[in-house]
């Protein structure tokens, strides 16, 4: 069984501050994504990488996958109130395209 | 473009009964996903479809539950008999296609509650 863990589950911070939150598995993945959800809402693709060691940037959040494609992580730098949310990280494998999600780390930004 | 459509967005119902979920995924998107969300918790695949065969359901509870898309669109998801434990957001999602980095795009999910 193929498991995505992701650390911390729970974050508040100040508006501000700098995070990072990880996503980790035994298994090598063909491409990893990064949602974020809201109450209410269904999960919304951030990005998404499939090279191992690739970083992409969206404004002030920073992806990094890494070199084994086994792990992933997500930097926000100043967060601000709006980025609270469950962030979610999902993979599939390299055979069957199955799309699973980590448990998701909650994101609280307090002004 | 439309995004995915579900209903109910809500719906309670006392243990045993059954019931019905419903998606309406993007047009000409291949491949449809359920999911089951536990408050605060990330969302578990129950079964994926491409087209109208089924990729993956291991971890759909087939004594209770049961899904279909007929003709390879819209799909459904029953539960029946519910439990107390099936207390959940459900989610569908639909993709162009099931590999690679494809996006998954979901519909606003259906809140379950068993009483």
């Known amino acids: 069984t193929q498991l995505l863990e992701q650390s911390p589950q729970f974050l508040s911070i100040q508006e501000g501050e700098n995070l990072t939150v990880y996503c980790n598995s035994s298994?090598?993945?063909?491409?990893l994504q990064w949602y974020r959800q809201e109450p209410g809402e269904g999960p919304v693709l951030l990005v998404t990488?499939?090279?191992?060691?690739e970083v992409k940037k969206l404004k002030r959040l920073t992806f990094q996958f890494g070199d084994a494609r086994k792990d992933s992580s997500l930097h926000i730098t100043a967060a601000q109130p709006g980025d609270t949310g469950l962030y979610l990280c999902?993979?599939?494998?390299?055979?069957?395209?199955?799309?699973?999600f980590g448990q998701g780390t909650e994101l609280s930004v307090k002004p | 473009e439309a995004g995915v459509a579900q209903s109910p967005r809500y719906k309670i119902i006392e243990k045993r009964q059954s019931v019905a979920f419903w998606c309406n995924p993007i047009?000409?998107?291949?491949?449809l996903y359920w999911y089951q969300q536990i408050l605060g918790q990330g969302p578990k695949l129950l079964i994926q479809?491409?087209?109208?065969?089924?990729?993956?359901d291991s971890q759909l509870p087939k004594d209770r539950f049961s899904a279909e898309r007929l003709k390879g669109v819209d799909s459904t998801l029953k539960i029946q008999p519910a439990k107390l434990e099936d207390s959940a957001v459900y989610l569908c999602?639909?993709?162009?296609?099931?590999?690679?980095?494809?996006?998954?795009?979901f519909g606003q999910g259906t809140r379950l509650t068993v009483v």
């Open positions: 999602a639909s993709s162009l296609r099931g590999g690679g980095g494809t996006e998954a795009f």
């Open positions: 298994s090598v993945f063909s491409s």
């Open positions: 990488v499939v090279t191992g060691g």
């Open positions: 999902a993979a599939r494998n390299n055979q069957g395209g199955k799309l699973i």
């Open positions: 047009s000409g998107h291949a491949t």
């Open positions: 479809f491409q087209n109208n065969g089924v990729v993956d």
